[in-house]
Nanobody
Framework: QVQLVESGGGLVQPGGSLRLSCAASGFTFSEFVISWYRQGPGKGRELVAFITGTGDSSSYADSVKDRFTIARDNAKKLVYLQMNNLKPEDTAVYYC???????WGKGTLVTVSS
């Protein structure tokens, strides 16, 4: 059974940092692209970043480029999203997804506010 469990969200001040984690199970982790999405208040869900199975390639939304970094540890079946210089507009529920299997985690809430 595929499972994705996000953690690491919370309240942070503008300019601060957070690291989100996505713990995966139930599939051959290293064979799949993993993505982070987010959904802000009153907004649709948007792709934030994704990383290939080997971790040698990644891509970012323009809104987070140069501030967020996606990484993965295939031995631990974890995907990370390091978020730096956070802005109020980054406030959202963040989800990880295995697109090829159409599975989503339940999300973790990030609130950026002073």
């Amino acid at each position: 059974q595929v499972q994705l469990v996000e953690s690491g969200g919370g309240l942070v001040q503008p300019g601060g940092s957070l690291r989100l984690s996505c713990a995966a199970s139930g599939f051959t982790f290293s064979e799949f692209v993993i993505s982070w999405y987010r959904q802000g208040p009153g907004k649709g869900r948007e792709l934030v970043a994704f990383i290939t199975g080997t971790g040698d390639s990644s891509s970012y939304a323009d809104s987070v480029k140069d501030r967020f970094t996606i990484a993965r540890d295939n031995a631990k079946k974890l995907v990370y999203l390091q978020m730096n210089n956070l802005k109020p507009e980054d406030t959202a529920v963040y989800y990880c997804r295995v697109s090829a299997l159409n599975y989503w985690g339940k999300g973790t809430l990030v609130t950026v506010s002073s």
